[in-house]
């Protein structure tokens, strides 16, 4: 197979109405999660400190503190067990992975600068 038709192929893989997630915003991720037979949706909100791959590779890390510890989890945007993000807040970074974050203990972990919105 040529790049071609594997980039088509990857193309055809991505969702049409995926969000645009770009490093610093404040997202929830909605994830589908299987109980047996049951079907239910987690929500898990945190700052987007990585994002990865293209196409329908493309993956992105969203980190959060709880109860003190910081708990980060990698997302794949176009899976479709990943119905939803939704951007709550975007913020304005000078890094494109933001890995200092996990040296940073409460409310300074989440101090990023708010992006003032474009008119």
Do not use: W
Not at 17 to 32: L, Q
Request: net charge positive.
């Amino acid at each position: 197979m040529t790049s071609k038709e594997i980039r088509k192929f990857e193309q055809s893989q991505c969702k049409e109405d995926a969000t645009k997630v770009s490093i610093g915003d404040t997202v929830i991720v909605h994830k589908v999660i299987m109980e047996g037979k049951k079907q239910r949706v987690q929500r898990f909100q945190g700052t987007v400190i990585k994002k990865k791959g293209s196409l329908s590779r493309e993956s992105f890390t969203v980190r959060k503190i709880i109860d003190g510890v910081g708990v980060e989890k990698t997302f794949l945007l176009h899976s479709p067990l990943v119905p939803k993000v939704e951007v709550i807040q975007h913020a304005q970074v000078r890094r494109s992975k933001l890995y200092y974050l996990r040296g940073r203990i409460g409310a300074k972990a989440n101090r990023l600068k708010v992006k003032q919105s474009e008119k």
